[in-house]
């Protein structure tokens, strides 16, 4: 038995909202993370309406999506600026927060 922790291996591929026909996806641009579409930072407003509707009803394999889209997105970041990079913060609600149904 050991006790030693493997390194975490890569996330999930950003492959979603997907789309329908020919339309280009809002997914991410990596390894800035802006929205390849409208330039925002991932996920844009219309990906986060298509994550939505592409999750609706599976609020929970929406957010493991995003947790290892997130944890990606920390690495490409940090790698790009490591010195002044978003921080663990700015990226929660960025990625995961607004996926929270008001109370
Ligand atoms: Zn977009």
Do not use: K
Not at 20 to 48: K, S
Not at 54 to 71: K, Q, R, T, W
Request: with cysteine; aromatic share 10%; charged share 20%.
């Amino acid at each position: 038995m050991t006790t030693r922790l493997f390194p975490p291996e890569r996330g999930p591929r950003p492959l979603r909202p997907s789309t329908c026909g020919d339309e280009v996806p809002h997914t991410p641009l990596r390894p800035i993370w802006c929205c390849r579409v409208d330039g925002q930072p991932w996920p844009c407003g219309q990906a986060r309406l298509l994550l939505r509707v592409e999750y609706d009803g599976n609020l929970p394999g929406l957010s493991i999506y995003l947790a290892g889209l997130m944890y990606e997105a920390m690495r490409d970041l940090y790698r790009l600026n490591p010195h002044d990079g978003p921080t663990p913060t700015t990226l929660f609600t960025r990625f995961m927060a607004w996926t929270r149904r008001p109370t």
